[in-house]
Structures are given as C-alpha cells and as structure tokens.
C-alpha cells in the first residue's frame, strides 16, 4: 500500500495515496496509544478474494476521506462517493512547519473540472488532525462530505452539538432481508435523538451504540442554529476513550451518521463489519444529483453544495482527535476558545486540552 505518514509531538497520520483515504491515526496520551479511527478488516486482502465489482473506495476502506459527492455519483460519471474517495493523490507539499508539520495531496482526477487539495496539519502536542480541502475552478456546483468512522469492540455513548432534527432517508440502506437489517423507521424524524422511531415499533436512543443490535442504519443530523462549532464525540466502551470530530457548520451544516453493525451479510461486508460508526459531516444530499435539484434539506434551508466557477476556489475545514477517558458517559458540552478546548462531563468537570481555536473559521463568512 503506497502510504505517507506524517507526524508531529503526539501524533501521527498515514494517508492511503491510492484512494485518499487515512490508513492509520495514533495519538499517544497517557502511556497509551489511542486509534480513533477504523479499518475495514478485509483490507489488505487479495483483490481476487472481493467481488469484482467492488469499488476502489470500499477495497480500501480507511479512516476518513473526502466524498465529492457524497454517494451516487450521478451527474458526473464516478464510484460511489466520486474520485476524491476512490483514485488516487500526489503529495504536493510535505515537510515542517513552527511547532508541527504540514502536507498537501492532491488528485489527480479532477472533480466537475475543479482542481481539489487535501491539507493536512499537525500540531505539537495537540491529539487533533487538522483538515482543510480546497476546490479550485471548476463549474457547477458539488456536494461534499468528510467521512470519518470510528469503531467500538463494546459499543459506547454519543453525544452532540445542537441539533435541530434527526431524519432517515424514505428507504433503508439494506431493504432486502436476504442481504442485511435495518433497525430505524424510514422515512421518519425527531427532534428527540433519544427517542426515534424504530421500524418494529417503539423508539431508539441514538445517543446508545450497542454492540447487540445488528445493523445498517442511516440518519442525517441537521445542526440548530447556535455560535459554537458543530461536533460530535464518541464515548467507547472498551477502548476507554473519547473520539472527537468537529467542524464549522456554516461550511458542513449536516451530520450523516451510519450505523454498520454486522448488517450486511453479502461480500465484502459478509457479517463481519462490526461496531463501526460512520460521522459524515457534509453539506449534500443524498447523491449528486439530489444535492442539486429539489431536495428536502434544501426547502428547510439547508445548503446541499458549494457552487463552482473558474478563477474561484471554496474550501471547507475538519478535525478529528481522541483523548483517553476513564468513563464511559460523553461529555455534556465542548468549548473551544484560541489555545485549547474545554471538555466539559455531565458532573460539571472540565478536562482542557490543546486545540486551534481559531482553524474552523467559526463565525467567518463562508461562499454559497
């Protein structure tokens, strides 16, 4: 696999050129090595062995990566999730900067004709990756979304900025009982993410990942309006730890959460996808061509896609990290100010560690 992995004091992150996709996060904290982000367990296998029509993305399912669009790509001829997710990056810049280090990647493909770079930056002590991509020219307009996904060998607790509603799409993701399970209503919402309805009857808790309920669940989170950055952390279980990602919902006003939880019984997933949890922040609907046209996010004025035009470049910002936690209950509420975040529990307690403040450009303008 043609990785490059970069580091800074804490930290390290390995990119997959081959699909854009991050092969491997560390983060060392308290004599331990924490890794808050998943690998699909047939990675590395002899190509032979996955069916032929796999694509590229799902071969080598890592991490996080970029979707441009997010799912089908419907206007501009790609795999699923498009060829950010699927084909390969060049590293463009790679090297030290003042109390960390920096990398750009770029695709080689281009994307509606728009040039699109990946940006990676570390910092010194900070249990964070920084992300930045940045489309330059192009026509149109794309739907895009990170895809970060986490997982748990015994389940654990989520917790959330403010959101305004919670809404699956009008069919599950494996309908077919013959192929895999779903467990949520669909189409259905609520603006409770502890009690949604569930397609047996009664309601769910989404804020409770357990390891017993086997399924594929898809539900879009649309963010309320308040003055803070947009995240979401992923108390787990066994690992004792807290996996964050955060963004700045100006740019990524959606929250896509995909529970794969051994319900999918066809190859390559056969069952053995397990604990994982897919938290897509994005600015799209679901598939390209939805995000475009009419659309259910749109008429609640939610924006699908960031338009394109030569001589213009747009650029959205991410971050994932992980910290050691003792519990297993989420925090209550994060706060970010210049030098740091406070993690604040349920108790009142606050645990600060070291954080850019400033790089999701909360409260900055962002273009259409």
Same mark, same amino acid.
């Given at each position: /696999?043609?990785?490059?992995?970069?580091?800074?004091?804490?930290?390290?992150?390995?990119?997959?050129?081959?699909?854009?996709?991050?092969?491997?996060?560390?983060?060392?904290?308290? =004599?331990?090595?924490?890794?808050?982000?998943?690998?699909?367990?047939?990675?590395?296998?002899?190509?032979?062995?996955?069916?032929?029509?796999?694509?590229?993305?799902?071969?080598?399912?890592?991490?996080?990566?970029?979707? #441009?669009?997010?799912? #089908?790509?419907?206007?501009? #001829?790609?795999?699923?999730?498009?060829?950010?997710?699927?084909?390969?990056?060049?590293?463009?810049?790679? =090297?030290?900067?003042?109390?960390?280090?920096?990398?750009?990647?770029?695709?080689?493909?281009?994307?509606?004709?728009?040039?699109?770079?990946?940006?990676?930056?570390?910092?010194?002590?900070?249990?964070?990756?920084?992300?930045?991509?940045?489309?330059?020219?192009?026509?149109?307009?794309?739907?895009?979304?990170?895809?970060? /996904?986490?997982?748990?060998?015994?389940? %654990?607790?989520?917790?959330?900025?403010?959101?305004?509603?919670?809404?699956?799409?009008?069919?599950?993701?494996?309908?077919?009982?013959?192929? =895999?399970?779903?467990?949520?209503?669909?189409?259905?919402?609520?603006?409770?993410?502890?009690?949604?309805?569930?397609?047996?009857?009664?309601?769910?808790?989404?804020?409770?990942?357990? /390891?017993?309920?086997?399924?594929?669940?898809?539900?879009?989170?649309?963010?309320?309006?308040?003055? %803070?950055?947009?995240?979401?952390?992923? #108390?787990?279980?066994?690992?004792?730890?807290?996996?964050?990602?955060?963004?700045?919902?100006?740019?990524?006003?959606?929250? /896509?959460? *995909?529970?794969?939880?051994?319900?999918?019984?066809?190859?390559? *997933?056969?069952?053995?996808?397990?604990?994982?949890?897919?938290?897509?922040?994005?600015?799209?609907?679901?598939?390209?061509?939805?995000?475009?046209?009419?659309?259910?996010?749109?008429?609640?004025?939610?924006?699908?896609?960031?338009?394109?035009?030569?001589?213009?470049?747009?650029?959205?910002?991410?971050?994932? %990290?992980?910290?050691?936690?003792?519990?297993?209950?989420?925090?209550?509420?994060?706060?970010?100010?210049?030098?740091?975040?406070?993690?604040?529990?349920?108790?009142?307690?606050?645990?600060?560690?070291?954080?850019?403040?400033?790089?999701?450009?909360? =409260?900055?303008?962002?273009?259409?």
């Amino acid at each position: /696999m043609d990785t490059v992995t970069i580091s800074a004091k804490g930290i390290s992150v390995s990119l997959d050129l081959a699909v854009g996709h991050i092969a491997a996060m560390d983060v060392e904290a308290d =004599g331990r090595i924490l890794k808050p982000l998943h690998r699909a367990p047939w990675v590395g296998s002899p190509r032979e062995t996955l069916p032929e029509s796999t694509p590229e993305g799902t071969v080598r399912l890592s991490g996080d990566f970029l979707c #441009a669009p997010f799912s #089908a790509s419907d206007v501009e #001829a790609a795999p699923l999730h498009g060829w950010p997710a699927n084909s390969e990056w060049d590293v463009v810049e790679n =090297g030290a900067i003042a109390g960390g280090w920096r990398a750009v990647f770029r695709l080689r493909r281009k994307v509606m004709g728009a040039a699109i770079d990946k940006v990676f930056t570390l910092r010194d002590g900070h249990p964070f990756l920084y992300q930045e991509h940045i489309f330059s020219g192009g026509s149109g307009a794309i739907s895009v979304a990170h895809h970060p /996904m986490t997982s748990m060998r015994d389940g %654990g607790r989520l917790a959330f900025s403010p959101k305004r509603v919670a809404v699956t799409p009008p069919t599950p993701l494996e309908p077919d009982p013959a192929r =895999g399970r779903f467990m949520l209503a669909y189409p259905a919402r609520s603006g409770d993410l502890a009690q949604f309805p569930l397609a047996a009857g009664g309601a769910a808790d989404l804020t409770d990942y357990r /390891m017993q309920d086997k399924r594929e669940d898809f539900i879009t989170l649309v963010e309320a309006d308040h003055a %803070g950055p947009g995240w979401t952390a992923i #108390a787990r279980r066994a690992e004792k730890d807290l996996v964050l990602v955060l963004k700045n919902p100006a740019e990524l006003p959606i929250t /896509m959460l *995909w529970f794969s939880n051994g319900g999918r019984d066809y190859a390559p *997933w056969s069952g053995r996808h397990l604990g994982v949890l897919g938290i897509e922040d994005g600015r799209a609907a679901v598939g390209h061509a939805a995000s475009l046209g009419d659309n259910w996010l749109k008429r609640e004025g939610v924006a699908t896609a960031f338009a394109l035009a030569e001589g213009r470049s747009v650029s959205f910002r991410h971050v994932i %990290g992980g910290v050691p936690a003792a519990g297993v209950e989420p925090p209550s509420a994060i706060e970010t100010v210049s030098d740091r975040m406070r993690i604040l529990a349920a108790n009142g307690t606050a645990e600060e560690v070291p954080f850019d403040g400033e790089f999701l450009r909360i =409260g900055r303008s962002v273009p259409a």
